[in-house]
């Protein structure tokens, strides 16, 4: 089967419990642009947050579910352990050293890791990331109401850490599957080693990192860890031509969904992390004009009709930084 390479990442999605402290932290302490308030298609009782860069793009987005209930993340396997942000070099990461200990959050030294010189931190419901000095790559749209200045922004997700049980597993699906390229192993700043598996382009944005440690036991996904991991199909023709070879490989792969900003697929990989691929479009000004992203409750066209028994539903959350 022609299968034209999946981009690189698209975007990643977490879990929080406090939406407005959430909202708080992604848009003022780290500077992203909420592009898309709307709720979770599949619970409608819940928000789902889009942060990306200034016009949304695929590969700088990390939503959140807003699921009060749920209980806190358990590290382990079966679970993305750590989520790599970019920075436009090193410069830009002595400068965040900076603020995140002038806002007090819990961050670590400038370490080297996998390669690339990174900040590790946590925010504040426990989630794992790191800011990596991507070197100054391509990609990602600088936001003029980002209280970060331009040339220190986020420019979009890096990598992210896979922890499971049986590593081999995970990597026959990542290089005979999905098409990823295994790049050689790298040290960590714990002192243990990563496999680095590229797809499309390589380099930050298009790599995966799969930890070849022991892990303390099982994960359990949760607040303050991460729901899914999804890669970018061009278009779809392309997504249709991934859901068929996930199919023929005896993956379990669900019917394309609509999730109205992109459609999407899901399957489980061996050790039982959920990766989506999504498609680059139709993007998020499909439904807001893009100076006025994330300023109001969007709703898919087939949820409209239920607009105020879902914002009853909702607590109203503060109006975005930068308005």
């Given at each position: 089967?022609?299968?034209?390479?999946?981009?690189?990442?698209?975007?990643?999605?977490?879990?929080?419990?406090?939406?407005?402290?959430?909202?708080?932290?992604?848009?003022?302490?780290?500077g992203?642009r909420?592009?898309?308030k709307?709720?979770?298609?599949?619970?409608?009782?819940?928000?789902?947050?889009?942060?990306?860069?200034?016009?949304?793009s695929?590969?700088?987005?990390?939503?959140?579910?807003?699921?009060?209930?749920?209980?806190?993340n358990?590290?382990?396997?079966?679970?993305?352990?750590?989520?790599?942000?970019?920075?436009?070099g090193?410069?830009?990461?002595?400068?965040w050293?900076?603020?995140?200990?002038?806002?007090?959050?819990?961050?670590?030294?400038?370490?080297?890791?996998?390669?690339?010189?990174?900040?590790?931190f946590?925010?504040?419901?426990?989630?794992?990331?790191?800011?990596?000095?991507?070197?100054?790559?391509?990609?990602?749209?600088?936001w003029?109401g980002s209280?970060?200045?331009?040339?220190e922004?986020?420019?979009?997700?890096?990598?992210?850490?896979?922890?499971?049980?049986?590593?081999?597993?995970t990597?026959?699906?990542?290089?005979?599957?999905?098409?990823?390229?295994?790049e050689?192993?790298a040290?960590?700043?714990?002192?243990e080693?990563?496999?680095?598996?590229?797809?499309?382009?390589g380099?930050?944005?298009?790599?995966?990192?799969?930890?070849?440690?022991?892990?303390?036991?099982?994960g359990?996904g949760?607040?303050?860890?991460?729901?899914?991991?999804?890669?970018?199909?061009?278009?779809?023709?392309?997504?249709?031509?991934?859901?068929?070879?996930i199919?023929?490989?005896?993956?379990?792969?669900?019917?394309v969904?609509?999730?109205?900003?992109f459609?999407?697929?899901?399957?489980?990989?061996?050790g039982?992390?959920?990766?989506?691929?999504?498609?680059?479009?139709?993007?998020?000004?499909?439904?807001?004009?893009?100076?006025?992203?994330?300023?109001?409750?969007?709703?898919?066209?087939?949820?409209e009709?239920?607009?105020?028994?879902?914002?009853?539903?909702l607590?109203?959350l503060?109006?975005?930084?930068?308005?």
């Amino acid at each position: 089967m022609d299968l034209q390479e999946l981009g690189g990442l698209h975007h990643l999605t977490a879990v929080t419990g406090h939406a407005a402290a959430n909202l708080d932290f992604y848009t003022q302490t780290l500077g992203l642009r909420l592009v898309k308030k709307t709720v979770n298609q599949d619970d409608v009782s819940a928000y789902h947050l889009f942060y990306a860069d200034a016009v949304g793009s695929p590969g700088t987005e990390v939503t959140f579910f807003d699921w009060a209930w749920a209980s806190p993340n358990r590290a382990g396997t079966g679970t993305v352990a750590e989520t790599a942000l970019r920075v436009p070099g090193r410069a830009a990461l002595a400068a965040w050293a900076e603020r995140l200990a002038e806002l007090g959050v819990d961050a670590d030294p400038i370490v080297e890791h996998a390669g690339r010189a990174s900040l590790p931190f946590v925010d504040p419901e426990g989630q794992r990331l790191r800011l990596v000095d991507d070197g100054g790559a391509a990609g990602g749209h600088p936001w003029d109401g980002s209280p970060v200045p331009p040339e220190e922004q986020i420019r979009g997700l890096a990598a992210v850490t896979l922890a499971v049980e049986r590593p081999e597993s995970t990597a026959r699906v990542l290089t005979d599957v999905l098409g990823f390229r295994f790049e050689g192993e790298a040290a960590t700043d714990a002192g243990e080693r990563v496999g680095v598996y590229a797809v499309g382009p390589g380099g930050p944005g298009a790599e995966v990192w799969l930890s070849t440690g022991s892990a303390s036991g099982p994960g359990r996904g949760g607040i303050g860890g991460v729901h899914h991991v999804a890669f970018r199909a061009p278009d779809d023709a392309a997504h249709h031509a991934w859901r068929e070879r996930i199919a023929a490989a005896g993956l379990g792969v669900t019917p394309v969904i609509d999730r109205f900003y992109f459609r999407s697929i899901y399957f489980r990989e061996p050790g039982g992390i959920l990766f989506e691929i999504a498609t680059d479009g139709p993007g998020f000004a499909t439904d807001e004009a893009m100076d006025a992203l994330g300023e109001r409750l969007a709703l898919p066209p087939f949820l409209e009709p239920r607009r105020a028994e879902i914002e009853a539903g909702l607590t109203p959350l503060p109006a975005p930084v930068g308005r």
